[in-house]
Structure formats: structure tokens, C-alpha cells
């Protein structure tokens, strides 16, 4: 898709904001160490009535597995027993199981939300085929335990649906028999390997959930454009025998023995667990800190063993002890004896599961202070792991509840950009309800699940205050603890406990399209300008601490000087042609515009004898944006030989470009007056910029160079049709996240 300059300007920047979170630098504090307890036995997940914990019986489903990983042909060969207890009122004929590993069939059935990273492997690895970014899972048999028979068997569309012969009477149980082959495909996917890491979620089949309303099992295939993590909680003892070489993250307690000569055997036993994943690498270090009976595992690379790194990482569990500790006093005790973390090679997503998430690489120079993204997939181990939903239709639930969830940690920690301020600043409208299911959200899920969905429940926070909130949350986790919950549900939960009116705005800010947060609770319009500003001065030091090397002719650095509270002028040319003119004010457009939205505001000035006379008072003490021809810009006349001199620093040939006619371009140099500041200037060297490449330059030129998601510009100039005459970069690792697809 093609946009033009102005949408573009707008889009950028309105990316930006949305991705602030992810870009912001990353978290912690410290911890102590002790022994803890294993939690205790629970009631079925399908079960309707309320109960803590500790009341509850065993789930309605439990898994031993015995599988082998080949790392050669990338292949699992797995055995498992299922014992499954029906727990509806009807009597069941037939059981389903989840084949979601199958979405690996075709690029088509594949979740989208990885495409561009499997384009960007794809390119770094062209001996792979297509066929290698494939996979899925292949049943050999299924049988009846008891007796040994082979079972009838139905596959179409990632369900595996098992006659049983005779109809399963309510609490009454059987015990299948399984074996399978599970290709896992290269590239970026749940169930995946690249470089030195194997991602294994998705793997085996796994028991459906059984609707008793309408008296059906869940069959619908894995989402191609979110996700589709529905799954009851069960009990697994599983054993993989694996190279010996690979370090491998699982949830439960985890055991290890040999297994023959180059191999062993990793066994876990997890208790109440709502899925289960593996993660593979022989680059595996491991971190772990044990707290008042929690320990918490960091699985992490650190092939160089920088102790900057191992201290950063140390700073992240102790990150995760706060949040595990904040969400169990606010919502309900997380009560499992261990939670792990694990570095992949993730990129711009990262992943929750239960009892374990998975992050992107994590840099020694990390400032774990507001890593919003780390603490939103710990919330997950509430809102997905423990309280479980259908994500293919209500999304909301895990999603909305995550996000709240880490913007009241932060809020409590008193930081006010990832905390509410956070949530009000994102107020868009949408033609679409909150709780749509994934299929009608579309491009739209994360406006909707995440942003809108926790602005609603922040209303809900702010309408009735933290204590009768917090005493509601709690009931909510009480009633839905190792279950799965339902919109419907949350909205019986809040006219129990906070009453019907409350539960009416509730059920319309959800249901209905154009939700929008009550007036009384909005931001002030000086409230959203002094948040932007924050918001962007923590973008751009998060991206300066990212890059602690940048030279300091970095185009992109004077937004983050004026952000903190540096002046600014534009200093722009005086011209006698209408055309000039008319392509300076569409600059100063740009400029202006995209500097206001990061609440800033410059300064201008054009007329020779004022530039004149503030050339040693104000403007030796600004950083200055230059706009114009250099032979009609009066700062650039006044010190045409200094300017020359300082931008040719960088590499920038300025005599030689200024003398050719019909460029355009942008550079950066150390201002003439005051080593502290610097001046930008983006030029034409003819009068004009032709009409052929004034549009894209006039209006992309501010977002090309100044924007923190782009790459690291010290000076570029084009010829008339836009191709590169000079230029000088510094790649951004993370600017390909917000690059416009054309």
C-alpha cells in the first residue's frame, strides 16, 4: 500500500505511541531466598461452582507423555495416555482433541502475527525452502486403553475427533491411548526452531473443551490473525528424552536422568496446569532466586558470560518477585512453587504461557525500570493461565484484564506513563465492541481487546474505588480460579458484588460498538499534553540507553534535547520565490506538527536583522532546525564557513553538495556557538524542491530522520527523482517493527 507524506506523518506517530510500551527500557529491584510448599489439589475446570482452592478436587483431565525430540530431522515422536473424566451432565459418545500444531500445514492456516518475521528468516536462511516453514502433527493410532481396541478417528481442521464406542455417563472416566509424529518447522512460530532454539508449544494433541450449553466440543482451527489458547486445566507428567546437551524450560518440577549414550531424559510433573510447553537450546544459562516458596527461573543467553548481563537479568526476576507478589495481594495467591522466564529470539512479541512466558533478547545495557511488556505477560499467569477464557471469542478476558493489570502495577510503583495516565491517553472509539471475537476484530484486536478493554475496566476501577475493586477482583478469582471463564460470568460477578446498575454500563461499554471512557475520568487536555511529552522524553532516553555509542550528530537526538527541556528554533529562509516559500511553510507543517504531538514547542524565526542580533544571545543557546536554500537562510550565511567545517565532522561534504543544484537533503552538525546544542538543516540547493520529490521529502524528511523507531541518520542528500546521492546511518535494530509496508 502506498500513503502519502501527511498520512504517513500521522501513522508513524500515532505507531509510536501505541508501541511506547514495548520500546521503553527495562525493569527491576531485589529479593531473598526460601523454601516453599506445593500447591494443593483443585476441583474440575468445567465445574460451576465457586471455591478457593485448597477445596478443590483433581481436574477432569490428566497426561502422562512419553515422547523423543530427533533435533535432525526436527521431529517428536510421542506417546500419551489421556485419562479424561466427563464432568457435564450429558452423555458423551465422542471426545475431542486440539491438533493445533497442524496450523503448521500451510503458510495460509499459519498465525499471521509472525508472517514478517518468517520473511525476514527466510531472507537470512535462502537454503531453506518454503516446505521447511511447514510442519504438523500426524496420528498413528488412538486407543481404548482398557481394552486395547483402536478407536474410530475423524481429522478435519485441527480436530481429532475419537468415537468412543459407548457413551461416557457423567463422572464416569476413560483412558486413551495415543501415538503421534509432530513435525516442528523452521522459522517463527509457537511451535517452531531457529538458530539454537526450539519452541515447542502446540506439540501433542490436547483434550477439547466441551460446551454443555450446546452440548458440543470446541473444534474451531487455531486463529490465523490472534490466538485460540482455550484449554482446561489438567495434570501432566511428561518425559522427553532429548539430546544431552539441551537446556530446557518447562512448567512443573522439573527432573533430569541419563537416557543412553548422548542423551537424557527431562521429566515434569505439573499439577493443575493449563497448558504445556517446552523450550529448547544448548545456549541455556540459568538464573534462579528462591523466595518465601517461590522460585523463579530466567533461562538466558549469555554466550560472551558478561556479568553486565547475568546483573540484568538477576534485576528481571527480582521484577518478576514484585509483580508475582502485587497481583496475588490485588487478585488471588499465585500458588504454584515455581514460574520461569525464557529468552528467545522473539521479536516485537512476546509469549504467555502457563507457569512460564517467553521474552525477545534482552541487552546488558537494559534499564529494567518500565519493561511494561514483561510485567503484561506476567499478569497472563492470572488472566490466561490461571483464570482461563475462550481467546478465540472473548479475548477480552485475557488480554484487557493482562493489560489493566500491569498499568495498576505500575501506577503502584508511582509511574505514571505505563500506569493510568497510560490507559486514558489511548481513548479510540471503535465501530466494533470490545468483546468481539477475533474473526470480526481483525486488524482492530489490539484497539480493542487491549486498550479499549482495559479502559473499560478501569472505569470500572475509578467508578467504584480500589477497596470495593480490589474485593471485587478477588471474588472474580475466586469464582473462576482454574476454570474458564466468560463474559457473561464478569458481568453476573459485578452485579453480585457491586450491583446492577454497574453491571449494566458494563455490559454496554462491552457489547456495544463506540465505547468511550465517562467524561469525568478522561485527561484534561493539559494532562494529554505533559503525557505525551513524558511519553516520548522515555522513548527517545530508552532508545539513547539502547545506544549508548550514537555520535552526537545524530539528526534524532534533537527531539530528545528539546523533550528535556532544551530550546528549539526553526530558523527557516527568506525567499523571494512563491514556491519556496509555499514548500518552507509545508515543512514548518511538518515540523511543527510532529513536534507538538511530542509536546514541544519551537520557536521560529526568518527575518535577518532579528537573526542577527539573537546569533550570540538566544540562538547560542538552542539547538536549531535550519529549513531552506543555505544562500537565503541568514544563520547559515552569518557562518557559512564554521557550518561548513562542522558538518564536514560527520562525513558530510558541504561545499561540494550546496554547490550542486537540484538536491535536496537533511544533516546534523554540533552548533557553531555551543558544543552542548545542535542544528539540523534541511536543504534544497536549487530554489526549489522539484515537484516531482517535494511531497515524499517536504513531509517525510521530520519523520525519516527525528523519529526514534527509524533508523540513526547523520546526513542524507537525494537528486531530483529521489535517489540517493550521499548518506550516512546507523541501523536501528528495531526500526524494522515500524516500517510501512508499500
Known amino acids: 500500500m502506498k500513503i502519502n507524506g501527511r498520512q504517513l506523518l500521522q501513522a508513524t506517530v500515532a505507531t509510536t505511541m501505541a508501541f511506547t510500551m514495548l520500546l521503553a527500557p527495562l525493569a527491576a529491584a531485589t529479593a531473598s531466598a526460601a523454601e516453599g510448599a506445593k500447591p494443593g489439589p483443585i476441583k474440575s475446570s468445567s465445574a460451576s461452582t465457586a471455591g478457593s482452592s485448597e477445596q478443590q478436587a483433581s481436574p477432569q483431565i490428566q497426561y502422562q507423555i512419553q515422547a523423543k525430540l530427533d533435533t535432525g530431522k526436527m521431529m517428536i515422536t510421542g506417546k500419551q495416555t489421556v485419562t479424561y473424566r466427563n464432568t457435564s451432565t450429558d452423555g458423551l459418545s465422542e471426545i475431542v482433541f486440539r491438533l493445533f500444531a497442524d496450523a503448521n500445514r500451510s503458510k495460509e492456516t499459519q498465525p499471521q502475527m509472525f508472517a514478517r518475521s518468517n520473511e525476514e528468516i527466510a531472507k537470512a536462511n535462502p537454503d531453506k525452502k518454503s516446505e521447511d516453514f511447514l510442519g504438523g502433527i500426524d496420528i498413528i493410532s488412538v486407543k481404548d486403553a482398557a481394552t486395547g481396541r483402536a478407536l474410530v478417528t475423524s481429522n478435519e481442521k485441527q480436530a481429532l475427533t475419537v468415537q468412543l464406542g459407548k457413551a461416557l455417563a457423567t463422572d464416569e472416566q476413560v483412558t486413551l491411548e495415543l501415538e503421534y509424529k509432530t513435525k516442528i518447522p523452521f522459522g517463527s512460530q509457537r511451535l517452531s526452531y531457529q538458530e539454537d532454539i526450539i519452541n515447542g508449544a502446540h506439540w501433542f494433541p490436547v483434550l477439547s473443551v466441551y460446551h454443555e450449553k450446546t452440548h458440543s466440543w470446541e473444534k474451531a482451527p487455531y486463529s490465523t490473525n490472534f490466538e485460540t489458547d482455550y484449554y482446561e486445566v489438567a495434570d501432566y507428567q511428561v518425559s522427553l528424552d532429548v539430546p544431552d546437551k539441551l537446556q530446557l524450560a518447562m512448567p512443573g518440577q522439573v527432573t533430569e536422568q541419563p537416557a543412553g549414550t548422548g542423551r537424557k531424559m527431562v521429566a515434569a510433573k505439573?499439577?493443575?496446569?493449563?497448558?504445556?510447553?517446552?523450550?529448547?537450546?544448548?545456549?541455556?544459562?540459568?538464573?534462579?532466586?528462591?523466595?518465601?516458596?517461590?522460585t523463579i527461573e530466567y533461562l538466558y543467553y549469555n554466550d560472551r558470560n558478561d556479568p553486565a548481563k547475568t546483573a540484568v537479568i538477576n534485576k528481571y526476576i527480582d521484577r518478576a518477585f514484585e509483580a508475582l507478589e502485587f497481583f496475588g495481594e490485588k487478585f488471588g495467591k499465585y500458588d504454584y512453587p515455581e514460574f520461569r522466564i525464557v529468552e528467545s529470539h522473539v521479536q516485537g512479541v512476546a509469549v504467555e504461557f502457563s507457569r512460564l512466558i517467553q521474552m525477545g533478547l534482552i541487552g546488558p545495557d537494559r534499564n529494567p525500570a518500565t519493561d511494561s511488556v514483561f510485567v503484561h505477560e506476567i499478569a497472563h499467569q492470572w488472566f490466561h493461565s490461571i483464570i482461563g477464557n475462550n481467546s478465540e471469542t472473548e479475548s477480552f478476558l485475557d488480554e484487557g484484564f493482562a493489560d489493566f493489570a500491569m498499568c495498576y502495577f505500575f501506577e503502584s510503583k508511582g509511574d505514571k506513563i505505563n500506569g493510568f495516565d497510560g490507559i486514558r491517553s489511548y481513548a479510540i472509539p471503535a465501530d466494533l465492541p470490545i468483546n468481539s471475537v477475533n474473526d470480526k476484530a481483525g486488524d482492530l484486536w489490539q484497539l480493542l481487546f487491549y486498550k479499549n478493554g482495559r479502559l473499560a475496566i478501569y472505569e470500572l476501577y475509578r467508578t467504584v474505588g480500589e477497596e470495593k475493586f480490589d474485593a471485587f477482583m478477588k471474588e472474580y478469582f475466586k469464582r473462576n480460579a482454574y476454570r474458564n471463564a466468560t463474559v457473561d460470568g464478569l458481568l453476573t460477578t459485578i452485579e453480585d458484588q457491586l450491583g446492577p446498575e454497574i453491571r449494566k454500563r458494563m455490559d454496554d461499554n462491552l457489547n456495544k460498538p463506540g465505547f468511550e471512557l465517562k467524561p469525568e475520568f478522561q485527561m484534561t487536555e493539559a494532562e494529554t499534553a505533559e503525557f505525551s511529552r513524558r511519553t516520548m522524553l522515555d522513548m527517545y532516553s530508552g532508545i539513547e540507553e539502547m545506544n549508548p555509542d550514537l555520535p552526537q550528530e545524530t539528526m534524532f537526538k534533537i527531539v530528545a534535547k528539546a523533550l528535556r527541556g532544551e530550546p528549539l528554533t526553526i530558523v527557516y529562509s527568506n525567499s523571494s520565490s512563491p514556491k519556496a516559500n509555499a514548500q518552507q511553510e509545508q515543512m514548518i507543517e511538518s515540523l511543527t506538527a510532529f513536534l507538538s504531538t511530542n509536546g514541544i514547542n519551537a520557536n521560529l524565526l526568518s527575518e535577518r536583522q532579528a537573526i542577527k542580533k539573537?546569533?550570540?544571545?538566544?540562538?547560542?543557546?538552542?539547538?536549531?532546525?535550519?529549513?531552506?536554500?543555505?544562500?537565503?537562510?541568514?544563520?547559515?550565511?552569518?557562518?557559512?564557513?564554521?557550518?561548513?567545517?562542522?558538518?564536514?565532522?560527520?562525513?558530510?561534504?558541504?561545499?561540494?553538495?550546496?554547490?550542486?543544484?537540484?538536491?535536496?537533503?537533511?544533516?546534523?552538525?554540533?552548533?557553531?556557538?555551543?558544543?552542548?546544542?545542535?542544528?539540523?538543516?534541511?536543504?534544497?540547493?536549487?530554489?526549489?524542491?522539484?515537484?516531482?520529490?517535494?511531497?515524499?521529502?517536504?513531509?517525510?524528511?521530520?519523520?525519516?530522520?527525528?523519529?526514534?523507531?527509524?533508523?540513526?541518520?547523520?546526513?542524507?542528500?537525494?537528486?531530483?527523482?529521489?535517489?540517493i546521492l550521499k548518506e550516512k546511518w546507523i541501523e536501528n535494530p528495531i526500526s524494522k517493527l515500524f516500517q510501512t509496508e508499500e
Open 270 to 294: 505439573a499439577d493443575r496446569t493449563r497448558e504445556f510447553v517446552f523450550f529448547a537450546s544448548e545456549k541455556f544459562q540459568k538464573a534462579s532466586k528462591t523466595k518465601n516458596g517461590l
Open 614 to 723: 539573537a546569533m550570540k544571545t538566544s540562538l547560542g543557546k538552542s539547538n536549531i532546525i535550519l529549513v531552506g536554500n543555505p544562500r537565503d537562510n541568514a544563520f547559515v550565511q552569518a557562518l557559512k564557513p564554521t557550518i561548513a567545517a562542522k558538518a564536514g565532522k560527520t562525513g558530510f561534504p558541504w561545499k561540494e553538495i550546496m554547490n550542486m543544484p537540484g538536491l535536496h537533503g537533511a544533516y546534523a552538525m554540533i552548533h557553531p556557538y555551543n558544543q552542548n546544542r545542535l542544528v539540523v538543516h534541511y536543504f534544497w540547493t536549487s530554489d526549489h524542491v522539484n515537484e516531482q520529490a517535494a511531497e515524499q521529502f517536504i513531509t517525510t524528511a521530520p519523520i525519516k530522520t527525528l523519529m526514534p523507531t527509524m533508523n540513526f541518520y547523520q546526513f542524507f542528500a537525494e537528486k531530483t527523482d529521489g535517489s
